[in-house]
């Protein structure tokens, strides 16, 4: 059996997590006037304290918390969360978030031992793209999957 559990402070810089961990985060602009500013103990749920649950296999972590929490609840806001924020920098906002979450899923899945990707031909694809016609494209990446399977 392992070690007891142990209670130490650190900000990540020097020691390697080796286990599950929590961190705090306080949530304040950081200005001269606010560097000794106390949390209000006396309000919950304002943000002013962020907390969780890290692993050693945070990127995993953030897999899937990009997947399953933060992209589908940045979809799923109404206008009105969004305040005053102009619809094409909502629209790029949400363009990034996905473009984000589907580059971590992409690269935990290339990190798996043992995995083929699925790779096309650059040059294949730039001429397909350009010239080819529908049932051309259909028919090479039938053929191109089909090999792959």
Known sequence: M???PTLFITNGDQ?????KAIYFVKNFPVSKDNLKQK???QESQDNE??????SPKCLVQLDKMMTHTYHPMFHSMSDGDWGQ???????EFLAFVTKFTSEVSDSIQSMAPGQELF???PEDHIRLNQQGQDMEKLHYFERKFSLWL
Do not use: M, Y
Request: hydrophobic fraction near 40%; charge should be negative; charged fraction near 40%.
């Open 2 to 4: 392992g070690a007891d």
């Open 15 to 19: 020691e390697k997590l080796k286990d």
């Open 39 to 41: 949390v209000n103990l």
């Open 49 to 54: 304290i962020i907390f969780g649950e890290i």
């Open 85 to 91: 924020c102009e619809l094409e920098i909502k629209e």
């Open 119 to 121: 790779q096309l031909d």
